[in-house]
């Protein structure tokens, strides 16, 4: 089984809805990473959580909010969905120093937003 | 703040080639970078991570070098196969006091010719 989730794989909304992507891991990693993927920009940090209690925002937060629901659990939520999110939306985790916070990344999600 | 520039944008080469991607970062003050594999549509996959205190790290056919002083590192891939095509991503680490942040380069893409 894969150590970092995400679901769903594919949507595809209209803007205006609320949309929540979900990521689990079976790391044990205590830090959590929301991230998208655009062509010609690369990848860009939108949250992140380092602990259940933690949560930070990214370069580029505006329009999302995170939840981080439990060690393995870290949702992304778009509460109004427009044309401009979409994009490749990646979860990724790590473990803090003083281990070498190495980056494991989730599948993708690819959100289209109509 | 942190910008990461990988050059080439893209390469082909035809198999068995031995061949170097370049990644190169401006500030000096990393924690540690990450060199990443991405296949068409689908997540990243860690290939070596370097500390910020370590010369270089190996893996099989890869070789990647930092020389944090001047602002790069070197991804080394011997005998090139038709499986290696991909697009190769350089990450760098930026910590500091309660922040966090983890800058991509755009990719190179790596086209390996039977």
């Known amino acids: 089984d894969a150590d970092v989730t995400q679901t769903p794989r594919n949507r595809i909304t209209k803007t205006g809805k609320r949309i929540m992507l979900e990521c689990s891991q079976t790391?044990?990693?205590?830090?959590m990473y929301w991230y998208r993927q655009d062509p010609g920009l690369g990848l860009r940090l939108i949250y992140y959580?380092?602990?259940?209690?933690?949560?930070n925002k990214g370069e580029i937060s505006d329009g999302y909010s995170v939840s981080r629901q439990a060690q393995a659990k870290f949702s992304l939520s778009l509460e109004s969905a427009i044309p401009n999110q979409t994009a490749l939306y990646f979860c990724?985790?790590?473990?803090?120093?003083?281990?070498?916070?190495?980056?494991?990344f989730g599948p993708g999600t690819r959100l289209t937003v109509l | 703040k942190q910008e990461v520039t990988q050059i080439p944008a893209a390469l082909s080469v035809p198999e068995g080639e031995n061949l170097v991607l370049n990644c190169s970062f401006t500030d000096s003050a990393i924690y540690n970078l990450q060199w990443f594999r991405q296949d068409p549509g689908k997540g990243l996959t860690s290939l070596l991570l370097?500390?910020?205190?370590?010369r270089e790290q190996t893996s099989g056919r890869l070789n990647a070098s930092l020389d944090k002083s001047s602002g790069r590192s070197t991804l080394y891939i011997a005998a090139s196969q038709p499986g290696d095509s991909a697009t190769y991503l350089c990450a760098v680490l930026t910590s500091g006091a309660g922040s966090y942040q983890l800058t991509f380069g755009k990719g190179t893409k790596l086209s390996v010719i039977p």
């Open positions: 370097i500390q910020s205190s370590q």
């Open positions: 990724a985790t790590s473990d803090p120093p003083p281990g070498h916070n190495e980056q494991f």
């Open positions: 790391k044990g990693h205590d830090r």
């Open positions: 959580s380092f602990d259940v209690k933690d949560i």
